[in-house]
């Protein structure tokens, strides 16, 4: 059997591996020392590796070292803070134990390696799962900008040609002139205009769901007057869709694993989400119920569905989990949205893996910092 794919290799490369160790294995034995403002990071990273610190001892200035209890021999002083090289200086003449010095930025990156690090088994094995190194790059360079704050990260893999977006045409070589689509968070139809142009107006049909009232009212008027306008780095195009609006299919809900109501945060553009959907600040007077469908009940169970693109902020995964049906009957082409919560990154691609094993999953990134990651899911006899 072939061994398994340890990303956090590379992953461990960017933080002190030594103090992540130490808290990590022996932090029973550790010693913090610290002004106030680390007090908390401290905390919050034993809370994640789930462990008991020997003591944190907060030192506002050189004089409360002289304040400090006596340290047992043996255990280890680790000196948090950029302002207390000094006090580091100074503990070195007053006890033989062995002293660590940690700034606040490498205290950051070991908090969030170790919130990954809880994640493990679950990352390898998606990492495992991918079918070409480009999207091994691409998740191992997420990773690491999550780790480090450092977006470098990101310029390396990120893809700028917007066309590419959902229909990435190294992953998706062959649309037919028969593609079914499904668009969920349809937003005003500028997915639909890449579909157009990637399939060349060739296709069956097209579900187009958008919950936001506006979103979809934007939607609706390009559809009734046969023209989608789209945005174009230099001006705005009209894209005329006279011959094939009679295809389109559009519909004021959302997407979940059932059919039901959800309060909706809305009027916030592409942003609109399901309440407690993703982690943003919002006005809550522009909150409101929508209604949801399950896709497996109100798609037709005698249609065919070729192609299924989400981008629902962060509704994803149940969605996902209302279309099992189709996707074990279709097989259709995936491209799904898995950066609105943290564990997307993992949890999606395993998820569409667990419905239809045979699927080769690709991940491809877009924006310019963590946002437009997306997951496309091909079966092996559609690439």
Known sequence: MKEQADI???????????????????????IFVTSPQYNDRIKRILDVLDCVSGSISVVKHLADINGLSEIPHGKTIIVIGHDNTHICIELAFTYSNKIVFCNEHELDKIYEFSLLAKFKDKINEMYSCLSDDISKKVISNILLARITGDYSYIKAIRDTNCDNEYFDINIMKYPSSN??????????????????????????????FEPDRENFNILEKQINRKSLTEI??????????????????????????????LEFSGKIGMSSHVKDGIAMKVDKRNNYYINVIKLDDFIDASARISMIKMDIEGSESEALMGCERIIRKDTPKLMICIY????????????????????ELYI???????????????PENKK
């Open 179 to 208: 593609e079914s689509f499904i668009d969920a968070g349809a937003y005003v139809g500028d997915t639909l205009g890449r579909f157009l142009r990637y399939v060349d107006f060739k296709f069956e049909t097209a579900f187009l």
């Open 8 to 30: 956090f290799d590379e992953l461990s490369q960017v933080i002190n591996l030594e103090i992540y160790n130490q808290i990590r294995c022996n932090s029973e034995n550790l």
């Open 232 to 261: 174009t780095p230099h001006q705005l195009e009209q894209l005329d869709i006279s011959d094939i609006s009679s295809k389109l299919s559009i519909h004021n809900v959302g997407v979940f694993d059932k059919q039901t109501r």
């Open 340 to 359: 609105h919560k943290p564990n997307h990154l993992w949890d999606i691609p395993l998820q569409i893996k667990s419905i239809l094993p045979d699927y």
């Open 364 to 378: 491809r990134h877009y924006g310019a910092e963590l946002w437009d990651t997306i997951c496309y899911a091909i």
